[in-house]
Each structure stands twice: as structure tokens, then as C-alpha cells.
């Protein structure tokens, strides 16, 4: 099933996943939120960007809904969603703490939800841009580019380097592994119901045949159930 040929049930599938990744950011947020305030009770705490970012994924999953139902190019549409999705991340990872924060595992779920809409090519697009933006943003964070009033949490000691480099290697890994296989199983579950579409329709035809042909016979036909109900009935038999 494709975006050309279904672009209903595309659309269901695109605002589903919507409404799925607020539910799970937002999710992610408020636990690891909770987890650090746990491990570093002491930090200097600004919750302000964090109810800001919040508001901005309710507004453009707001937007995004409104918006479905004129967009022509569903599959760029989707494109754009996925590059904003990715952004935001990289907001959230920032003001949760940059090298520190735990939010980095919400990169993958851009990553499948990319790879269940777009295929292979859309999974392998979103770990490529996630790569790109974890990378700057901890690399800059590491270097004290960022300025640090934005952040929920600030720590004050910087992590080592070969830890830091290890992190961002390790992920990038993982981002591309889950695109690779979130797209394989996309692509194999479009598979299977094109297969599935194409024995329904081979199915109705049959079952069309096999009516055009017992009304066609002079001779009655008449079927019964276990109850000795009648069925269905051809011509012949009505004669």
C-alpha cells in the first residue's frame, strides 16, 4: 500500500503517528525529568524552556492535523515533519542537560516512525539527520558554545572526552542499526499487504466468475445451510 494508492489510509497512519510521538516525547520528558532531579537534587533547576518546548509540540501537531487534509505531497509533508521532529529532539536534548541528558533515545523513535512512513529510505534520512544534529549540539555543548541559562539542569562537571566521543559514536551506531531494521520490517509489512490486497481482489473476481456462471446455468442451483435455510439461489432454480 502506497501513498498513491491509499492516501486515506496514509493519512491515518500519518496523524496516528502524530499524536503518538506527543504522547511519548512528553512521556520521556516528564521521566527523565524526574530522574535527574533524582540524581542531582542540588542542580539549579529552569523548567521554562522545557514547558516551552512542550507547547511547541502540542502547536505544530495542532497545525500538522489542520494542515493534513490540503497538502497535495503527502510524501514531502511527511519529510518536513520528520526534519522538525529531529530539531526538537535536539532542543530537548540541549535543555535537559546536552552530554548529560538522557533524551538522546528519543532520536530513535523519529528514526522507526520515519522508517514505518517512508520505507527503508526514510528511516535511513532520519538517523542521517539525527547523526548530524546530536553531533553538533554535543560537540558545541562539550565546548561550552551553548549558552547554559536555556538548560533544565546544569551540571557542574564536564564529562571526559573518551566518554563523550564513545556516547555520540555509540548512538549514531544505533540510529542507523534501528533505521535499517525499522525499514526492513516496514518495507516487508507493505509487502505482505499488497500480497494480501492483490489475493482479495484475485478472490472478488473469482467469486464474480463463479456468480456469472451459476446464473448462466439452465439447470436450478440452490444452496442450503445447516439449518436447510436457503441460502442463494440461481435463475434456473427461480424458474
Known sequence: MTQASAPKAFKAKLLAMMVLRVVLTLAFLSITAWFQL?????ARLN????????AIFGCITI???????????LTLFTYVQVTVD?????????VTGGTESYLHTL??????????LLNRRGGFYAASVSSIAYGILIDMDFYSMLPSRFKVIVIPAAPAWEDVFTTVATNILAFFTVAYLSGYLAERTARVERELEEKEIDYDRLEALNRQIVENITSGIMTLDDSNRITSFNMGAEN
Open 107 to 116: 532520536y530513535p523513535l523519529s528514526v522507526i516512525g520515519a522508517a514505518i
Open 38 to 42: 533524582r540524581e542531582y537534587p542540588f
Open 47 to 54: 523548567l521554562y524552556p522545557l514547558y516551552f518546548i512542550a
Open 86 to 94: 529531529i530539531v526538537l529532539v535536539t532542543a530537548i536534548v540541549y
Open 63 to 73: 497545525f500538522y492535523s489542520l494542515a493534513l487534509n490540503r497538502v497535495r505531497n
